[in-house]
């Protein structure tokens, strides 16, 4: 069993949907949690980060933390064409907080 | 350059051969790290600089793969005999910090090994 799990998609939605992202973790001592997105051929790009349980808003991003059951959400509102991209999950432990551990990624399709 | 720089972006090689991978880190950046992504997977973790010392190379696969930052500044990933399963895109990142999370990562280098 892999550490992170995370759906691989694709997804597709229509433009103004709300999206939903999720990843579920099984090291209970992971304290740090990242959502990364990448175009395709592109680096991974920082879009959220948390830290233990909870949630962060920015823009039409929101990510939840909820450490009780390992599970982690990214949400996006009003979704556009131009968040179609692979979104990864990423975690890491107190100690060990160099050493980001990612989900496989989802692959997100925003139809216009 | 204001991001991090990776060359070559793509590389293309025979089984057997050395390859390095080059990595020019943000300015001012003291961390440095090494991912690897295969197909349809997500990033694994390969190595952590600290300056010009590897703090973290827990996740070099075996010994063929080594990895040097003499200068604290560019690093050099270097894979011996390579083989087809080495084929990935070999991923770079730098932060400002040791700090969770805030990587800044290049384009890769695409690594094909016939």
């Known amino acids: 069993q892999k550490e992170v799990e995370q759906d691989p998609g694709p997804l597709s939605v229509p433009e103004g949907a709300i999206v939903s992202l999720n990843c579920t973790y099984s090291?209970?001592?992971?304290?740090?949690f990242m959502w990364y997105r990448q175009y395709s051929r592109k680096g991974p790009e920082l879009l959220m980060y948390?830290?233990?349980?909870g949630n962060k808003e920015d823009g039409r991003f929101t990510a939840q933390v909820d450490k009780s059951s390992k599970y982690i959400s990214l949400f996006i509102r009003d979704s556009q064409p131009s968040d179609s991209a692979t979104y990864l999950c990423?975690?890491?432990?107190?100690?060990?907080?160099?050493?980001?551990?990612f989900g496989t990624g989802t692959l997100l399709a925003v139809q216009p | 350059g204001a991001g991090v720089s990776q060359t070559p972006s793509n590389k293309v090689t025979e089984k057997g051969k050395y390859v390095e991978l080059r990595c020019d880190p943000i300015s001012g950046h003291t961390a440095l790290y090494w991912y690897r992504q295969s197909l349809g997977q997500g990033p694994e973790f390969l190595i952590y600089f600290q300056g010009t010392g590897a703090a973290d190379d827990s996740g070099l696969p075996n010994d063929r793969f080594f990895a040097v930052r003499p200068e604290g500044s560019v690093s050099t990933l270097k894979i011996q005999r390579t083989e087809r399963g080495d084929s990935a895109v070999y991923l770079c990142a730098s932060s400002s910090n040791q700090g969770a999370g805030e990587l800044f990562f290049g384009e890769g280098s695409r690594l094909t090994v016939l």
């Open positions: 948390t830290y233990s349980s």
């Open positions: 990423a975690m890491s432990a107190r100690g060990a907080t160099n050493k980001l551990i």
């Open positions: 090291n209970s001592a992971f304290q740090y």
